[in-house]
């Protein structure tokens, strides 16, 4: 899954994709490199980003939707969290919805993924960006990650959600502190046995700097995001999410192949 931030404050790019040309133009890029979907947004949603309202979010990424679906060979995804950006992102030809927030900041997007028929991402996170690291208090953070996504899938399923629409993602980096995110990483195999395909977002995010003495800028994190992207392979992901694609390709093509041999004995 290749990253489109339409935002003038992505932590990845700087704002490098807000002009909706730009954007197209490496969303296309991107497929030529392989990748096998495209995840567009337009809200930041790192620590401390502050929220967006719904019509400059819309004026983002509609015009990017709009250039891209049916124009390119692999489906576009909506990274949104409100209902009326989605509803507006599935009607120009999105046709899958990545919140966020596992349908707790807006829950009536379920019904807007459901009257759509799309597929959903719940992803784990508590809080909201510009306070998620004070909600990092786990006693067990696997049981209480399961925990909370299976509220979201009984949520989902509650609005008319098929259960093989829903895809989870576990939120790495998303109220945890580094240590969280590293034992998410370790035991995604528990996440896979929740039965719905998972979907891992590592790229570039700070907790990839731990190992090291000190903090690397994002512009040296391909290499720690090419270890953790492996891990998450070997470990049950169906999809990695990324801002790097021609770069993670072979890294995911290469554990796949061995992720074979951990199926088979």
């Known amino acids: ?3 489109i931030n339409v935002t003038p404050d992505s932590f990845s790019d700087g704002g490098r994709l807000l002009d909706p040309t730009l ?12 990748a096998d979907l495209l995840d567009i947004g337009g809200e930041s949603t790192r620590p401390g980003a502050q929220p967006l309202d719904a019509a400059e ?21 909506i990274d949104t969290y409100k209902a009326s950006i989605a509803r507006a992102a599935l009607e120009a030809g999105a046709s899958v919805v990545n919140d966020i927030s596992g349908l707790r900041y807006e829950p009536e997007l379920a019904a807007v993924v459901a009257t759509h028929h799309a597929p959903i991402i719940l992803m784990h996170t508590r809080g909201r960006s510009r306070d998620m690291y004070s909600q990092a208090v786990y006693h067990e953070v696997i049981d209480e990650v399961l925990d909370e996504l299976r509220e979201s899938v009984a949520f989902a399923g509650g609005a008319g959600i098929p259960r093989d629409a829903m895809l ?22 528990e996440f896979a046995a929740l039965g719905h395909p998972l979907v891992v977002g590592p790229s570039r995010k700070a907790f990839l700097t731990r190992p090291f003495a000190k903090d690397l800028p994002v512009t040296e994190r391909d290499w720690p995001t090419a270890a953790a992207v492996t891990a998450a392979v070997l470990g049950g992901a169906h999809i990695v999410r990324v801002h790097a694609v021609r770069e993670m390709v072979p890294v995911v093509r290469v554990a796949d192949e061995i992720r074979k041999y951990y199926r088979e004995h």
């Open 1 to 3: 899954m290749g990253i």
């Open 23 to 34: 954007a197209v133009d490496a969303a296309k890029r991107m497929v030529d490199e392989g």
């Open 57 to 77: 979010e819309r004026r983002r990424v509609l015009p990017v939707i709009e250039a891209l679906a049916g124009r390119v060979p692999v489906p576009v995804s």
């Open 168 to 189: 989870i993602d576990p939120g790495l980096g998303f109220a945890k502190e580094a240590v969280h995110s590293y034992e998410v990483l370790a035991r995604l195999a």
